[in-house]
T-cell receptor, first 112, second 118 residues
Framework: QKEVEQDPGPLSVPEGAIVSLNCTYS??????FMWYRQYSRKGPELLMY????GNKEDGRFTAQVDKSSKYISLFIRDSQPSDSATYLC????????????FGQGTTLQVKP | DADVTQTPRNRITKTGKRIMLECSQT?????MYWYRQDPGLGLRLIYY???????NKGEISDGYSVSRQAQAKFSLSLESAIPNQTALYFC?????????????????FGAGSRLTVL
């Protein structure tokens, strides 16, 4: 069993829809949770960063962490065609090592 | 110019050949990493370096070696390439001085090097 599980999709939604992307994990030591967005033929870029549990909002994006359920989510409101990309969750433990464990990535397509 | 630059961007080679992928950064970060990305498997850590004299194996280091020539340069070598090393390779950097509230463990990635081993 992988430490981090993420449904690879693909996920296709109409423009303006609310998108929910999720990851589950098995290691209770994970403390830092990130979402990266990767456009085709590009490297991943950081979208959201959360330490421990709770919610974090940035514009149309909301990240949620539920450590009791070992479950993290990324919500995208009013989705746009420019949001079409692969979304990767990533996480790591309490030590500041920078060694991230990634999910498989979910491919999202937002249709005009 | 890109903060993290990888060369080459694309490479096709044959089984048994030696290949080097290079990475340079202008962010002034002390930590550098090599990941590979495969469909359905996400990104997996190959090697990482916390400073010029520090080299550590990651999750999948067999068949690879690295060299940290300077703080800004980190190269990945495949001594004798094999077809299952066909993948997209990413170099990344991070700054150990960042605190937890501002993004400790945040990685900045290069654009990737696509390697095909025939």
């Amino acid at each position: 069993q992988k430490e981090v599980e993420q449904d690879p999709g693909p996920l296709s939604v109409p423009e303006g829809a609310i998108v929910s992307l999720n990851c589950t994990y098995s290691n209770s030591a994970f403390q830092y949770f990130m979402w990266y967005r990767q456009y085709s033929r590009k490297g991943p870029e950081l979208l959201m960063y959360t330490y421990s549990s709770g919610n974090k909002e940035d514009g149309r994006f909301t990240a949620q962490v539920d450590k009791s359920s070992k479950y993290i989510s990324l919500f995208i409101r009013d989705s746009q065609p420019s949001d079409s990309a692969t979304y990767l969750c990533a996480m790591t433990g309490s030590s500041n090592t920078g060694k991230l464990i990634f999910g498989q990535g979910t491919t999202l397509q937002v249709k005009p | 110019d890109a903060d993290v630059t990888q060369t080459p961007r694309n490479r096709i080679t044959k089984t048994g050949k030696r290949i080097m992928l290079e990475c340079s950064q202008t962010k002034g970060h002390d930590r550098m990493y090599w990941y590979r990305q495969d469909p359905g498997l996400g990104l997996r850590l190959i090697y990482y370096s916390f400073d010029v004299k520090d080299i550590n194996k990651g999750e999948i280091s067999d068949g690879y070696s690295v060299s940290r020539q300077a703080q800004a340069k980190f190269s990945l070598s495949l001594e004798s390439a094999i077809p299952n090393q066909t993948a997209l390779y990413f170099c990344a950097t991070s700054d150990s001085r960042q605190g937890t509230s501002s993004g400790a463990n945040v990685l900045t990635f290069g654009a990737g090097s696509r390697l095909t081993v025939l």
